[in-house]
C-alpha cells in the first residue's frame, strides 16, 4: 500500500526560527513528490520535486528530495508568524494521476 | 485567476439526510477529487474522476457516492449521514497531462453532522 509519512506532527517555535520539516515515502511508482501550505482556507501549491539532489527554493522556503533513501525536507529560515500553517506532503504515483497525502504538519510560529 | 468553488464554507445536518456537496471549476481539468481531512489523518480520497460520468473509489468511498455529469462539476453524496462523516471536505481538479503542477483545491466545506 503507498504510504506517505510527515514528521513532526506539531511543531511550535519562535519567529525568527529555521525549521525543518519531513515528508518519508513508501510507494510503488514514484513520479513526483509535492509540498502544499494550508492555512484556514485551500491548500496552496509550494513545490513539486521529481529528481533527487536539486533544491528548489522560493523566498526563504526551500525543499530537497533524496530518491534512494524515500524522503523530502522543506526548510523554512527567518520564520515568520504568516508561516504558521498546515503543511502537507504528497506524493503522486506513476500513471495513477492522484496523490497520497501524508498526515501534515501543523507548524506555529509565535512571535 | 482559475477556481475550484465548493458551494458551502459550513453545513450542519442531521443523522440520516441525504447531503450533496459541490465543486464547480472553471480551467476545464479533466480531474477532479473529493478528499476529506481529519486532524492527524491527513487528506484521505474518497472518490475521483478523469472525465465526465466516469468515477473511480479512493481509499474510502463506504457511504459516499458522486456525480459528474458535466465536466465542470463535481458532487459528492452522502446518502445517510452519520456522526462519523463529520468532517472537512476538500475538492480539488487537475490536469490530465503530464507534467501538471499538482492539484488547485477548493476551500472546503466543514461538515457536521448531528
Known amino acids: 500500500e503507498d504510504k506517505v509519512v510527515q514528521s513532526p506532527l506539531s511543531l511550535v517555535v519562535h519567529e525568527g526560527d529555521t525549521v525543518t520539516l519531513n515528508c518519508s515515502y513508501e510507494?510503488?511508482?514514484?513520479?513526483?513528490l509535492l509540498w502544499y501550505k494550508q492555512e484556514k482556507k485551500a491548500p496552496t501549491f509550494l513545490f513539486m520535486l521529481?529528481?533527487?539532489?536539486i533544491e528548489k527554493k522560493s523566498g526563504r522556503l526551500s525543499s530537497i528530495l533524496d530518491k534512494k533513501e524515500l524522503f523530502s525536507i522543506l526548510n523554512i529560515t527567518a520564520t515568520q508568524t504568516g508561516d504558521s500553517a498546515i503543511y502537507l506532503c504528497?506524493?503522486?504515483?506513476?500513471?495513477?494521476?492522484?496523490?497520497?497525502f501524508g498526515q501534515g504538519t501543523r507548524l506555529t510560529i509565535n512571535p | 485567476d482559475v477556481k475550484v468553488t465548493q458551494s458551502s464554507r459550513y453545513l450542519v445536518k442531521r443523522t440520516g439526510e441525504k447531503v450533496f456537496l459541490e465543486c464547480v471549476q472553471d480551467m476545464d481539468h479533466e480531474n477532479m477529487f473529493w478528499y476529506r481531512q481529519d486532524p492527524g489523518l491527513g487528506l484521505r480520497l474518497i472518490y475521483f474522476s478523469y472525465d465526465v460520468k466516469m468515477k473511480e473509489k479512493g481509499d474510502i468511498p463506504e457511504g459516499y457516492s458522486v456525480s459528474r455529469e458535466k465536466k465542470e462539476r463535481f458532487s459528492l453524496i452522502l446518502e445517510s449521514a452519520s456522526t462519523n462523516q463529520t468532517s472537512m471536505y476538500l475538492c480539488?481538479?487537475?490536469?490530465?497531462?503530464?507534467?501538471?503542477?499538482?492539484?488547485?483545491f477548493g476551500s472546503g466545506t466543514r461538515l457536521t453532522v448531528v
Open positions: 504528497a506524493v503522486e504515483v506513476q500513471g495513477a494521476q492522484k496523490l497520497v
Open positions: 510507494v510503488t511508482n514514484f513520479r513526483s
Open positions: 480539488a481538479s487537475s490536469l490530465a497531462t503530464q507534467g501538471h503542477d499538482g492539484y488547485t
Open positions: 521529481t529528481s533527487s539532489g
